[in-house]
């Protein structure tokens, strides 16, 4: 570089000004030390002298350019070229949104309630005085039904690919604090959440934790806990799973929803123990799938498989029992039959429902668990309830409000919170897929919630948009050739991945068992036959497995 001027300053400027815009990369430069020299009041003075530069340390001193101008320039090139490439992103974001208002929240004489001041006391208030087991007896005890919102965590995954973020939770707590005080828990961690806080949000879900926590320390908080998984996608060393327990209690985290992707009861004890260690309530959970009312076609999950499921469970000395209706199946018959048998066998036991809205018939089914004898259901917020989400948090308030099924919820308190989610999801719009309404094929394809909007995705991306009935229906198929599988994260991964498999390579079911010792299987396939999950109900198909591994 050489620069020149009519003096002595407009040469040193010239030359500082085109070192600046200078951008060199890959390889180290000095131009930082020229910089520094440039700038450096006893070289601008010109009172130098021989050893000057070894007299000036600081000229030594290196400085770490950010770059943004260039960086931001590049970022609006890609995006005029290319458009936006966001992972998980399905449309281009809505233009002229503002910032969600925070709702005035009114108590029942209509008076403004100041939600900066504490909020009133609620279940965690038990459960840090008395303890899980008797926390949990005082929810059996509790007349009238409790809620758990899932808006935090599973509705949000279900309908927009986990993408909330830590600010838009922190933002409503305060609220979300007082008005719904009297609700069970509020689920907020676990699941997707966890690696997508990382991957895609650029989050810490342990700040996440610590921040809502501080906001919100009247209600419960629940995280979903993949037994021996925890909340990874595969098999852990048993003391990361017993740490990572213990870690998430010490964080905020009250209630464990702990489940295994199989029913395997060898892995769910992993998990049992590890959160009894960690002094946090174990919700122990059955998967639910199939149609307890209809033993002919799923005859491995009748209603006895499910008691004996719960017997096991229940030797454990687990504090509450939870049902995961994983894809929406639970119709109200069913429901009256399972959970009232299990009332019947375990009458101290507290029942915790979950479900989704996928056919539309999830508030049927939670009232009719409720009059079964349930003690907790899942709801979301109204509008981000319904479809693959959980079912309307408002309408069952609604419908139970007066009755041995109270909710103790007030109706205007739910509204206030549902103008501003209805506002936020405005600003997620790009990450919905547009499953716009109920869809009873899932009683066919028995695919959970949180899975359906995430493979419609796949589906589009990998372009087999417009083969997405296929696709439903290489969905059951490649359930049934799997030997009817209990199918949540992560072995409905396994499902999801067959059926795209199949439908990509224009495979029928048969097809498939006659070719599988020459066809090349995903990798979530070949590590679920070789057993890196556990044991399926009723064992594997051992010809199918043996040629596939």
Same mark, same amino acid.
């Given at each position: 570089?050489?620069?020149?001027?009519?003096?002595?300053?407009?040469?040193r400027?010239?030359t500082?000004a085109?070192?600046?815009?200078?951008?060199?990369?890959?390889?180290?430069?000095?131009?930082?030390?020229?910089?520094?020299?440039?700038?450096?009041?006893?070289?601008?003075?010109?009172?130098?002298?021989?050893?000057?530069?070894?007299?000036?340390?600081?000229?030594?001193?290196?400085t770490?350019?950010r770059?943004?101008?260039?960086?931001?320039?590049?970022?609006?090139?890609?995006?005029?070229?290319?458009?936006?490439?966001?992972?998980?992103q399905?449309?281009?974001?809505?233009?002229?949104?503002?910032?969600?208002?925070?709702?005035?929240?009114a108590?029942?004489?209509?008076?403004?309630?100041?939600?900066?001041?504490?909020?009133?006391p609620?279940?965690?208030?038990?459960?840090?005085?008395?303890?899980?087991?008797?926390?949990?007896?005082a929810?059996?005890?509790?007349?009238?039904?409790?809620i758990?919102?899932?808006?935090?965590?599973?509705?949000?995954?279900?309908?927009?690919?986990?993408?909330?973020?830590?600010?838009?939770?922190?933002?409503?707590?305060?609220t979300?604090?007082?008005?719904?005080?009297?609700?069970?828990?509020?689920?907020?961690?676990?699941?997707a959440?966890?690696?997508?806080?990382?991957?895609?949000?650029?989050?810490?879900?342990?700040?996440?934790?610590?921040?809502?926590?501080?906001?919100?320390?009247?209600?419960?908080?629940?995280?979903?806990?993949r037994?021996?998984?925890?909340?990874?996608?595969?098999?852990?060393?048993?003391?990361?799973?017993?740490?990572?327990?213990?870690?998430?209690?010490?964080?905020?985290?009250?209630?464990?929803?702990v489940?295994?992707?199989?029913?395997?009861v060898?892995n769910?004890?992993?998990?049992?123990?590890?959160?009894?260690?960690?002094?946090?309530?174990?919700?122990?959970?059955v998967?639910?799938?199939?149609d307890?009312?209809d033993?002919?076609r799923?005859?491995?999950?009748?209603?006895?498989?499910?008691?004996d499921l719960?017997?096991?469970?229940?030797?454990?000395?687990?504090?509450?029992?939870?049902?995961?209706?994983?894809?929406?199946?639970?119709?109200?018959?069913?429901?009256?039959l399972?959970v009232?048998?299990?009332? #019947?066998?375990?009458?101290?036991?507290?029942?915790?429902?979950h479900?989704?809205?996928?056919a539309?018939?999830g508030?049927?089914?939670?009232?009719?668990?409720?009059?079964?004898?349930?003690?907790?259901?899942?709801?979301?917020?109204? $509008?981000?309830?319904?479809?693959?989400?959980?079912?309307?948090?408002?309408?069952?308030?609604?419908?139970v409000?007066?009755?041995?099924?109270?909710?103790?919820?007030?109706?205007?308190?739910?509204?206030?919170?549902?103008?501003?989610?209805?506002?936020?999801?405005?600003?997620?719009?790009s990450f919905?897929?547009?499953?716009?309404?109920?869809?009873? $094929?899932v009683?066919?394809?028995?695919?959970?919630?949180?899975?359906?909007?995430?493979?419609?995705?796949?589906?589009?991306?990998?372009?087999l948009?417009?083969?997405?009935?296929?696709?439903k229906?290489?969905y059951?198929?490649?359930?049934?050739?799997?030997?009817?599988?209990?199918?949540?994260?992560?072995?409905?991964?396994?499902?999801?991945?067959?059926?795209?498999?199949?439908?990509?390579?224009?495979?029928?079911?048969?097809?498939?068992v006659?070719?599988?010792?020459?066809?090349?299987?995903?990798?979530?396939?070949? #590590?679920?036959?070789?057993?890196?999950?556990?044991q399926?109900?009723?064992?594997?198909?051992?010809?199918?497995?043996a040629?596939?591994i």
């Amino acid at each position: 570089l050489t620069c020149s001027g009519a003096t002595f300053e407009k040469a040193r400027r010239r030359t500082l000004a085109s070192l600046v815009e200078f951008r060199i990369s890959g390889v180290k430069t000095n131009m930082w030390f020229l910089q520094r020299l440039l700038s450096d009041q006893t070289f601008i003075s010109g009172d130098c002298w021989t050893t000057y530069i070894d007299d000036t340390p600081q000229l030594f001193t290196a400085t770490k350019f950010r770059n943004r101008a260039a960086k931001l320039l590049t970022y609006l090139g890609d995006l005029a070229v290319n458009g936006c490439r966001i992972q998980g992103q399905v449309t281009a974001p809505l233009h002229g949104l503002q910032e969600p208002a925070i709702p005035v929240l009114a108590d029942a004489q209509g008076n403004k309630v100041d939600v900066t001041t504490a909020p009133p006391p609620g279940w965690r208030d038990i459960l840090m005085r008395d303890g899980p087991a008797a926390f949990a007896q005082a929810v059996r005890r509790h007349k009238g039904v409790l809620i758990m919102d899932t808006t935090w965590r599973d509705a949000h995954q279900s309908l927009l690919a986990t993408r909330l973020r830590t600010h838009d939770m922190e933002r409503i707590a305060p609220t979300t604090a007082h008005a719904l005080s009297n609700a069970f828990a509020l689920e907020m961690w676990g699941g997707a959440t966890f690696d997508v806080a990382m991957r895609f949000l650029h989050e810490d879900p342990w700040d996440r934790l610590d921040r809502l926590r501080r906001l919100v320390p009247n209600i419960p908080f629940q995280m979903l806990l993949r037994g021996a998984n925890a909340v990874g996608y595969t098999s852990y060393p048993d003391n990361v799973v017993y740490e990572f327990c213990k870690q998430a209690r010490d964080h905020g985290v009250d209630v464990f929803r702990v489940f295994d992707s199989l029913n395997y009861v060898e892995n769910l004890k992993l998990g049992i123990d590890a959160v009894r260690k960690a002094n946090g309530v174990i919700e122990a959970t059955v998967c639910y799938t199939g149609d307890v009312t209809d033993p002919l076609r799923h005859p491995k999950y009748t209603l006895e498989y499910y008691l004996d499921l719960v017997d096991e469970l229940v030797a454990l000395d687990i504090h509450i029992l939870g049902i995961k209706d994983m894809a929406g199946l639970l119709k109200p018959r069913a429901a009256r039959l399972l959970v009232g048998a299990i009332r #019947e066998r375990h009458p101290n036991l507290p029942i915790h429902i979950h479900t989704h809205d996928t056919a539309g018939a999830g508030v049927a089914a939670m009232i009719a668990c409720a009059e079964a004898g349930a003690d907790i259901i899942d709801l979301a917020i109204d $509008s981000m309830s319904g479809v693959t989400s959980q079912p309307c948090m408002g309408a069952f308030v609604a419908a139970v409000e007066g009755s041995d099924y109270d909710t103790g919820i007030s109706a205007n308190a739910i509204q206030s919170l549902n103008g501003y989610w209805e506002q936020t999801r405005l600003l997620y719009a790009s990450f919905d897929p547009g499953v716009k309404a109920s869809d009873t $094929s899932v009683y066919l394809h028995e695919m959970p919630g949180g899975q359906y909007t995430n493979l419609l995705f796949q589906a589009q991306s990998l372009g087999l948009g417009t083969r997405w009935n296929d696709v439903k229906s290489a969905y059951a198929e490649a359930n049934r050739i799997c030997g009817d599988l209990v199918k949540v994260t992560p072995s409905s991964k396994v499902v999801g991945d067959f059926a795209q498999f199949m439908v990509s390579n224009h495979l029928t079911a048969d097809e498939v068992v006659e070719r599988a010792a020459t066809l090349s299987f995903p990798k979530s396939v070949v #590590e679920f036959f070789q057993g890196y999950l556990g044991q399926p109900v009723g064992g594997f198909p051992e010809k199918l497995r043996a040629d596939i591994i």
